[in-house]
């Protein structure tokens, strides 16, 4: 695993996965490589209440209940669709699903205005064809027809990036459960087995860019996924994510209880500033997610460690903080800057703690970049 710069779920918890199937003794649905039950498990980490011999760590922080009602959809053979905005964990919950129910989440195709249908369907080896004409051999199998082939979970990121074409040839796949393939004259019909099944993603902030038609929608169950807003629950998510950074890079370097606490209240506030705001020029352009909180906090580890003094400070996080946030000149900065001034400023004499060499940190960041 270490000659990856990052591996998928299933390799990353090989030896997890292949304990808990060892003990696992519930039903499976389909070629299921785990139980419903120990899918959640490996998703949500173990409690004493489970009687396992060992511990799960908690790897998605959110409700149980989407959880579950994304396995309970899986089982049923329909499509899942997990909406929601940037950063709250889509994909990360589509890889873990798919890595504990098939033991492949890299079966996947990438939505955007170029995905065509070959990619969810197949396309041809031209050589091959020139040479022997066409046939099963020489197709190319997408993602998704592999998926089917297998009686696996494939997956389908950013739904509604894709054209409306690519997203119309989905429906005959969720509901035949088989693509014909008309240029052969014989096999020419592939079949899914049981087990298939599509988890799709799709960002909230999307709508309107190609919307899923009302035929589409009906062969999904739709799984929104909230913005975490809890403090404790994002403090996880983050204090999580950091500490598999600082394991892949082999960074011995503390993140201080404060200054995990000044990125979070930093957050909160701006989110609470974007949402009294009369208009989008007073929005900052990021969407503030959890995942741009681990971003802005990995970026200021990384700079302490290769260029300071191998100790994260609040100036060094204000820095991340305004160079990742400031998108749009002049508008985020000025949004930045003035909560700066409006609240960190006030807080830094009120408080104190790391809040000033915060406060001073962000108005340098500031000053350089103007």
């Given amino acids: 695993m270490s000659d990856l710069l990052r591996a998928p779920a299933e390799i990353k918890y090989a030896e997890e996965l292949d304990w808990l199937e060892s003990v696992d003794d519930g039903p499976k649905p389909f070629a299921w490589r785990l139980s419903p039950k120990m899918v959640r498990l490996f998703i949500l980490g173990s409690e004493r209440a489970d009687g396992l011999d060992r511990e799960v760590a908690q790897k998605w922080f959110g409700d149980r209940s989407f959880v579950e009602r994304a396995i309970v959809t899986l089982a049923s053979d329909r499509g899942l669709l997990l909406i929601g905005d940037p950063g709250t964990g889509k994909s990360w919950l589509a890889e873990l699903l798919s890595a504990a129910i098939s033991r492949n989440s890299t079966l996947v195709v990438q939505g955007t205005a170029g ?21 099963r051999e020489s197709m190319i199998p997408s993602p998704i027809m592999t998926a089917m082939e297998a009686g696996a979970v494939g997956r ?162 204000a820095s991340s903080l305004v160079g990742s946030l400031a998108r749009r000149e002049p508008e985020d900065l000025a949004i930045l800057n003035k909560y700066l001034h409006g609240v960190v400023e006030p807080r830094s004499k009120e408080e104190g703690g790391s809040w000033p060499e915060f406060l001073e940190g962000g108005r340098d960041a500031i000053a350089t970049l103007s």
């Fill in 115 to 135: 995905t065509t249908e070959d990619q969810i369907k197949y396309s041809w080896n031209v050589s091959m064809v020139i040479a022997k004409g066409q046939s």
């Fill in 156 to 317: 389908f990121e950013e739904l509604t990036r894709s054209t409306s074409d690519v997203q119309d040839a989905l429906i005959s796949i969720l509901s035949e459960k088989y693509i014909s393939v008309p240029e052969l004259d014989d096999d020419n019909i592939v079949f899914a087995k049981p087990g298939f099944s599509i988890i799709a993603t799709a960002n909230s902030r999307d709508r309107g860019v190609n919307d899923l038609s009302s035929a589409l929608k009906r062969r999904f169950n739709f799984v929104r996924i909230p913005v975490v807003t809890n403090k404790k629950s994002e403090a996880e998510i983050v204090r999580f994510r950091t500490e598999e950074l600082l394991r892949r890079h082999q960074i011995e370097l503390d993140v201080p209880p404060t200054l995990l606490d000044v990125l979070l209240r930093s957050f909160a506030d701006l989110r609470d500033s974007a949402a009294a705001a009369g208009s989008d020029d007073e929005k900052l352009e990021s969407a503030l997610s959890t995942a741009e909180q681990i971003g802005v906090l990995e970026d200021a580890i990384l700079h302490s460690n290769f260029f300071g003094q191998r100790e994260l400070t609040a100036r060094t996080l």
